[in-house]
Nanobody, 124 residues
């Protein structure tokens, strides 16, 4: 069983930055990959970034590739998402997710087994 708790969301003006955190606990074998997803009302959750928990290996969707950085502090069991140059289209509920399989280059919601409760990001 994996528990994921996000924090760090808030309201920023366009061009600003935020850093999201996700504290992870529980079965490490179920956390081979971790990722961040975003959801806006009326739409499905979409992947933003993912990382392997053993070998690293960062993956991003195209529209955040030059602005967001995903990282993992293994000692603190914490996943981060540094978001720079935020734009109104980046707004939404951000979820942390964990995957029990080794292939991390996936942004399919169904490929992730554990989810946090989300943290809200607003960009004006």
């Amino acid at each position: 069983h994996v528990q994921l708790v996000e924090s760090g969301g808030g309201s920023v003006q366009a061009g600003g930055s935020l850093r999201l955190s996700c504290a992870a606990s529980g079965d490490r074998s179920s956390r081979k990959c971790m990722g961040w997803f975003r959801q806006v009302p009326g739409k499905e959750r979409e992947g933003v970034a993912a990382i392997g928990t053993v070998g690293g290996g960062e993956h991003y969707v195209d529209d955040v590739k030059d602005r967001f950085v995903i990282s993992l502090d293994k000692d603190r069991n914490t996943l981060y998402l540094q978001m720079n140059d935020l734009q109104p289209d980046d707004a939404g509920m951000y979820y942390c997710a964990a995957r029990s399989a080794w292939l991390c280059q996936t942004f399919r919601e169904a490929d992730y087994n554990s989810w946090g409760q989300g943290t809200q990001v607003t960009v004006s």
